[in-house]
């Protein structure tokens, strides 16, 4: 069955960089974009941006260019965000999507960050 | 940006009540290559990543109770939850996906009255 498994909790500095991992089990890891979506603590949901791991193409929401790099290595079936400059705005649950054309529709369990010095 | 408003932002409800939830996007959702309106909605429990309910505005997901029903069009979308479950208390979004970048509703707290 799909599963995206991420990486673990991540206690950082401010002003420091964090990268989270997404491995995916269970489908064809190139044929789909993976997304990466922001929860800040009791709010709504945040699209960050989108990977092809295929050809490693990317889109991103216009808020977050400069703050995320979205990566991938087609071996393993992982794709990675980098955060980036960390400020306490950027604590928050981080959760990537397997993408379809209808809707995303596996996500991972979630990487909660907390930037703390 | 396409800007979803979703209400009510809280409802408190007794098992075995029908509820309403709705979404309202700030630009047609429709497709017209597919001819299909790009909404979907998520079920969020406490702790848990958010699952996908409804795609298309309209198609449950494979597994979903048939007491989740997606309804509308262009617009103007609604989930409607017929005889609520002790386990449908829950936080729930719509999301657009017709345009990047994708946007989600404010969410719509279902809690027990």
């Known amino acids: 069955q799909v599963k995206l498994l991420q990486s673990g909790a991540a206690l950082v500095k401010p002003g420091a960089s964090v990268k989270m991992s997404c491995k995916a089990s269970?489908?064809?890891?190139?044929?789909?974009?993976v997304s990466w979506v922001k929860q800040s603590h009791g709010k709504s949901l945040e699209w960050i941006g989108e990977?092809?791991?295929?050809?490693?193409?990317?889109n991103f929401n216009e808020k977050f260019k400069g703050k995320a790099t979205l990566t991938v290595d087609k071996s393993t079936s992982t794709a990675y965000m980098e955060l980036s400059r960390l400020t306490s705005e950027d604590s928050a649950i981080y959760y990537c999507?397997?993408?379809?054309?209808?809707?995303?529709?596996?996500w991972g369990q979630g990487v909660m960050v907390t930037v703390s010095s | 940006d396409i800007v979803m408003t979703q209400s009510p932002s809280s409802l408190a409800v007794s098992a075995g009540e029908t509820v309403t939830i709705n979404c309202k996007s700030s630009?047609?959702?429709?497709?017209?290559?597919?001819?299909?309106?790009?909404l979907a909605w998520y079920q969020q429990k406490p702790g848990q990543s958010p699952k996908l309910l409804i795609y298309l505005a309209s198609t449950r997901e494979s597994g979903v109770p048939d007491r989740f029903i997606g309804s509308g069009s262009g617009t103007d979308f609604t989930l409607t939850i017929s005889s609520v479950q002790a386990e449908d208390l829950a936080n729930y979004y719509c999301q657009q996906y017709y345009d990047t970048p994708w946007t989600f509703g404010g969410g719509t707290k279902l809690e027990l009255k």
């Open positions: 630009q047609s959702l429709f497709g017209s290559v597919r001819q299909k309106n790009y």
């Open positions: 999507t397997r993408a379809t054309t209808v809707a995303p529709d596996y």
């Open positions: 269970g489908y064809t890891f190139t044929d789909y974009w």
């Open positions: 990977i092809y791991p295929n050809s490693g193409a990317t």
